[in-house]
Every structure is written in structure tokens, then in C-alpha cells.
């Protein structure tokens, strides 16, 4: 899926939707490495960009394509037809993508890609939610369940509020903005995104010459707190981990620092590049095994002439590893701490 992190005026200009590009696909490929017939697993189906490119790969490539948004797998019948029977398409989350695949029959995948966050689809449709640009009701769910925005933003306490835009969103200005919909929801609930983006914006100052709203870092955050994106993240590398065949590659695109951190810490953890403490040392366990070989030893951005084409890759990440024979480790304490909003008496550092 092509995503959509920041929104720049020109593109708040345009009046149509920006087509759906696949972002660094050429890359997401080249990192995969789809030499052999295998199992394909795209955790995140969207509009189906990735998912297409490994079924042209190769005849021999079979895919299973994963989406928690209902319309995503409505819109993906056609090329589910046009498959052949190399495809199947699975309503579900990624971060269970281990037991959506084992309910299909299939133990094992040979390649995992995962493409992190909202769908320019999701974005370009006022009625989701998603964006300030258009006005809609204020929801943000992708699959459609669970509460939504506007429940969290008519319904959290304001200092709850304040650590999701700040932890999550990463608005240095959260709790005067927390406390601004506070005070604004006493009078009436915030029920649209323009609502909501008006008010953002008579708190928090746009910097000199950025073409970022003011809205932006607030909306990311609650949207990740809706969805759980972070925890759903953490989920998915682990089920990757554990449903790689040996030599089997995972290939990750993030959109912004929370999630880019979460996938480098996590290969860097599982291939053994982590600094960890000498086991000689009392009370300390051994290292886990080394269960991924990265495939790209630092991220991979799009080129200029992507961006130039597709503005929505600007901040585009890609990670890739390659699977050890290793058996999956637990899970990364440390990365599911990354997933998660602080405890309360971590708030003094908000503004």
C-alpha cells in the first residue's frame, strides 16, 4: 500500500485522489529475492500493488494476501479470479498472519512483506476518517471495529489524550492540546475531522515555511492509538519469525521514526548487531540466537524520481532480513515496550 504520513499543500490542493503506487516496490522485490516457487505472505494487502508484482514474479510464486479492511478484500475479488488459483485473499491482521496462514493449510512462507500504516485508499475516502483534507465523520478504523477517534477524543481523559498525541504522534504541543479538546467536548462532542483539525490548528502554531499542518502529528497519533499499529507491528515480525522458512526473507516498509525504530531494533536484535551484555556475567541469560541475516544493512529510501512521481513515498523506509535455521526466539520485550503508551508517571515531559 502507497501511505501517507504528512500532507503537503500541494496535495491538499488536488481536488481528485492521488492514484495508489506501490512504494519502492523495484526494492521491495529485489530485497525478497523471488528465485524459486514459494509461498508469498503480503501481511497488507491494500490495493493489491505488491501483491500483483509477486504473482508477475514468477508462475510458480503462490500468494496469500492479508487485510483487515473489509472493502480492501471486497475490492480484491477481480484479481483473486484473475489469479488463476495462485492467489488467496484473507480478512485479517498481520500481526496474526502465522494463524492466517495455518488456517489456509500452509505451515510455512518463503517471503514476508509487510507495508506499515494507512492506505492512500483509506486517506482519499472522506467517509473514513483518515485525513483533515476532507471532511468525514472523525473514525479512523480500518478494519471498521473497536472504538473509534472520535470515542477516544470524546472519552479519554484529557491526560490519556495527551500521551497518545505525544507518544504516539509525537506533538511536542500535546497537552495544551489535549486540554483543548477537553474544554471544546464540554460544550459539544467532537464528532468530524475538521472539527477536530480546526481546533488542533488554534493550538498548535504551523512552523515558518513547513508545509506540514498543524493537525498532522495529532491525527498520526490517534490514528495509531485506534488501530494499535505499533502493537500490531511488534505482532507481525514476530509471526514473520516464526512462519519463515530458512533462507526465507522478510522485506518491512515504514512511514515514520516510531515505526522504522520498532523494525531496526528488531532485526538488529535477531541478527545479532544489538549490543548485548557477556554471558559470563551473573543473572545474565545467554544471547538468543541469531534468527535473521540482514538483508539490508542500513534502510533502503525511495530515489528522487520516486518521490518526484509519488510524493507520498517521501518518507519511506525498507528493511529486509533473511531467516537462520535458528528456532524463533521469545519475543522482544523491548520492542513491545516501544509499542506502548508509558506509564503515568512518565508524563512530565510533555509541554
Known amino acids: 500500500m502507497s501511505r501517507s504520513p504528512r500532507t503537503t499543500k500541494a496535495e491538499t490542493a488536488k481536488a481528485e485522489p492521488v492514484r495508489h503506487i506501490p512504494v519502492l516496490l523495484a526494492e521491495v522485490l ?34 496469500i494476501a492479508i487485510d483487515r479492511d ?39 512462507a518463503d517471503w514476508v512483506v509487510l507495508d506499515i500504516g494507512v492506505s492512500s485508499m483509506q486517506l482519499d475516502e472522506a467517509h473514513r476518517g483518515f485525513s483533515f483534507r476532507q471532511d468525514g465523520p472523525l473514525d479512523m478504523r480500518m478494519g471498521g471495529d473497536g472504538p473509534s477517534a472520535a470515542d477516544l477524543v470524546n472519552g479519554e481523559e ?16 500535546s497537552r495544551a492540546v489535549a486540554r483543548a479538546i477537553v474544554e471544546a467536548r464540554r460544550r459539544a462532542p467532537i464528532t468530524t475531522t475538521a472539527q477536530l483539525a480546526e481546533l ?33 507491528l511488534v505482532r507481525g515480525l ?9 533462507g526465507g526473507r522478510l522485506a518491512v516498509v515504514t512511514f515514520h521514526s516510531l515505526e522504522d525504530r520498532i523494525v531496526k531494533q528488531f532485526f538488529s536484535a535477531r541478527s545479532g548487531r544489538a549490543a548485548q551484555a557477556s554471558r559470563h556475567l551473573p543473572g545474565v541469560e ?14 533502503i529510501l525511495p530515489s528522487e524520481a520516486e518521490t ?3 510524493p507520498r513515498a517521501r518518507s519511506a523506509k525498507l528493511r529486509a532480513g533473511e531467516r537462520t535455521d535458528a528456532p524463533p526466539p521469545p519475543p522482544l ?6 509499542a506502548s503508551l508509558p506509564a503515568p508517571q512518565g508524563r512530565g515531559a510533555r509541554r
Open 30 to 63: 529485489a530485497g525478497l529475492s523471488l528465485d524459486r516457487p514459494g509461498l508469498a505472505v503480503d501481511g497488507t494487502f491494500g490495493a493489491g500493488g505488491y501483491t500483483r508484482a509477486l504473482l508477475d514474479a514468477a508462475p510458480e510464486i503462490r500468494v
Open 286 to 299: 545467554r544471547p538468543a540466537p541469531k534468527s535473521f541475516r540482514l538483508v539490508t544493512k542500513g534502510p
Open 70 to 108: 473489509p472493502s480492501a478484500i471486497r475490492a480484491g475479488a477481480a484479481l483473486v479470479d484473475a489469479s488463476g488459483g495462485r492467489l488467496r485473499l484473507v480478512q485479517g491482521r498481520f500481526g496474526d498472519l502465522d494463524t492466517l496462514i495455518a488456517d489456509q493449510d500452509e505451515a510455512q
Open 200 to 232: 488542533i490548528a488554534g493550538v498548535v502554531r504551523p512552523e515558518p515555511g513547513s508545509p506540514i499542518h498543524p493537525a498532522t502529528r495529532s491525527f498520526q497519533g490517534l490514528r495509531i492509538a485506534v488501530n494499535d499499529e505499533l502493537g500490531e
Open 333 to 338: 520485550s523491548a520492542i513491545e515496550t516501544l
Open 308 to 310: 518526484e512521481v509519488n
Open 158 to 173: 484529557e491526560g490519556t489524550l495527551a500521551d497518545i498525541l505525544y507518544h504516539f504522534g509525537e506533538e511536542r504541543r
Open 238 to 246: 514476530h509471526a514473520a519469525e516464526r512462519v519463515l522458512k530458512p
